[in-house]
């Protein structure tokens, strides 16, 4: 059974910081690995959708890894703002089944001005 | 715009009372997907649609059904709600191309059962 964890599970820093936020899963079978953001009591926003035969995904100030192997992915948010405050969701498709999508628990970031 | 259009946000109700809750698609999706999400539990998928006239159940079915007689639209009904579907529910649209397009999520709708 695909298990996502995130960490840490919360994060403060001041603006302008640059950050990494980690997600492992413990089956390297994967279609494709997503990162999503959610606002408080909001919908889910997808930052980047990593396919399962690529590295890495860049969106502005957004970029994410992914390494299959290991069962890990980063997403590292360079120059941190306040309006990125936000919990951030990372999620895997399997390849067996690639319709259920797996969550991890989320890591909730603050950034102060 | 691509999106996926849940209805209603947010809604009261009371225990055994049957409600639908609508979603709607308008990128010609063929995979359709009900999620919950609840504080220390994290986001659990309800039941799954592959196509129309194709749905299966996810991880935490119970207490629900759904139908997807047409492409863009799969509605999650709850035909007598109890406190704890308390939640908040998401439904989600994809491509099953290969490569996928990702999952694109409604914004939500908050189901509060008294």
């Known amino acids: ?82 309006g990125d405050s936000a919990t951030y969701l990372c999620a895997v498709s399997g390849r067996a089944g690639f319709q259920k999508l797996v969550f991890g628990t989320g890591t909730r970031l603050l950034v102060s001005p | 715009e691509a999106q996926v259009t849940q209805n209603p946000r947010y809604l009261i109700t009371v225990t055994g009372k049957k409600l639908t809750v609508t979603c709607s698609q308008n990128m010609n999706h063929e995979y359709m997907s009900w999620y919950r999400q609840d504080p220390g539990l994290g986001l659990r998928q309800i039941y799954y649609s592959m196509n ?6 996810g991880d935490v079915p119970e207490g629900y059904k759904v139908s997807r007689k047409e492409k863009r639209n799969f509605p999650l009904i709850l035909e007598s709600p109890s406190p704890n579907q308390t939640s908040l529910y998401f439904c989600a649209s994809s491509s099953t191309t290969l490569g996928g397009s990702g999952y694109t999520f409604g914004s939500g709708t908050r189901l509060t059962v008294v």
């Open chain 2, 52 to 57: 129309v006239e194709v749905t299966d159940k």
């Open chain 1, 1 to 82: 059974k695909q298990e996502v964890t995130q960490i840490p599970a919360a994060l403060s820093v001041p603006e302008g910081e640059n950050l990494v936020l980690n997600c492992s899963f413990t089956d390297s079978a994967i279609y494709n690995l997503q990162w999503f953001r959610q606002d408080p009591g909001k919908g889910l926003t997808s930052l980047l959708l990593i396919q399962s035969s690529q590295r890495e995904q860049t969106s502005g100030r957004l970029n994410a890894s992914l390494d299959k192997s290991s069962g890990r992915s980063t997403l590292y948010i360079a120059a941190s703002q306040p």
